[in-house]
């Protein structure tokens, strides 16, 4: 079945320090999602990728999709002690509609 | 707008028993996906309900099971209950289930086996 990879498991960062997380599927994906978990709380919906290569930005993070639209990455530039949390992707099969989550990317800040 | 709202919160049971967690999507959303998260494992996926109809499946056990009822409030049951069955149980709902989709995450019931 469809396997969504996601790298660094941990990240530990400097605050005002930029860092990048990636997101790698096994299959093509109709599009991929990006969610937050804050410490203690539920995962929480923060952008959508469709079309390959696609860049979006939200103020100090960027998203983007790869061209063969089987991975995606997010950078986050002069990071905050307010972007501590676990970063998820979840890709939808192009095939299917089933959405897959990464095992996130657990981001600690250091200020 | 009122958001996912997930009972119990907080459940307790012991090894053998089953138990029944409940999820109230948001207001006119018509699919309902379920996920069991632990430290080790992750987000994974359970089941994902539509319009009363599973429309997708994980790779869990028989002992996991749910259903949705005609007003999309879902349910899932877990039964001869194990150890490794202690994890947070997400609910998400989102409007229609396909296409582009946000799904909107309740609290969660956070499930601990003795």
């Known amino acids: 079945g469809q396997q969504v990879m996601q790298i660094p498991q941990y990240q530990h960062v400097q605050e005002g320090e930029d860092f990048t997380t990636y997101c790698n599927s096994s299959t093509t994906l109709s599009n991929i999602q990006w969610y937050k978990q804050r410490p203690g709380g539920h995962p929480v919906f923060l952008i959508q990728?469709?079309?390959?290569?696609e860049v979006k930005k939200q103020k100090r993070l960027t998203f983007q999709f790869g061209e063969a639209k089987k991975n995606s990455s997010l950078h986050i530039t002069a990071t905050q002690t307010t972007d501590v949390g676990t970063y998820f992707c979840a890709g939808r099969e192009a095939a299917g509609n089933k959405l897959t989550f990464g095992g996130g990317t657990r981001v600690l800040v250091k200020p | 707008k009122a958001g996912v709202t997930q009972t119990p919160r907080y459940l307790i049971k012991t090894r053998g028993q089953q138990v029944t967690l409940s999820c109230s999507p948001i207001?006119?959303?018509?699919?309902v996906s379920w996920y069991q998260q632990t430290p080790g494992q992750g987000l994974q996926f359970l089941f994902e309900?539509?319009?009363?109809?599973?429309?997708n499946k994980g790779n869990f056990p028989g002992r996991f099971s749910g259903r949705q009822f005609s007003n999309s409030r879902s349910e899932m049951n877990v039964s001869t209950l194990e150890l490794g069955d202690s994890a947070l149980y997400l609910c998400?709902?989102?409007?229609?289930?396909?296409?582009?989709?946000?799904?909107?995450f309740g609290a969660g019931t956070r499930l601990s086996v003795l």
């Open positions: 309900y539509f319009s009363e109809t599973q429309r």
């Open positions: 207001s006119g959303h018509r699919s």
């Open positions: 998400a709902s989102s409007l229609t289930g396909t296409g582009i989709v946000i799904q909107y």
């Open positions: 990728l469709v079309k390959s290569g």
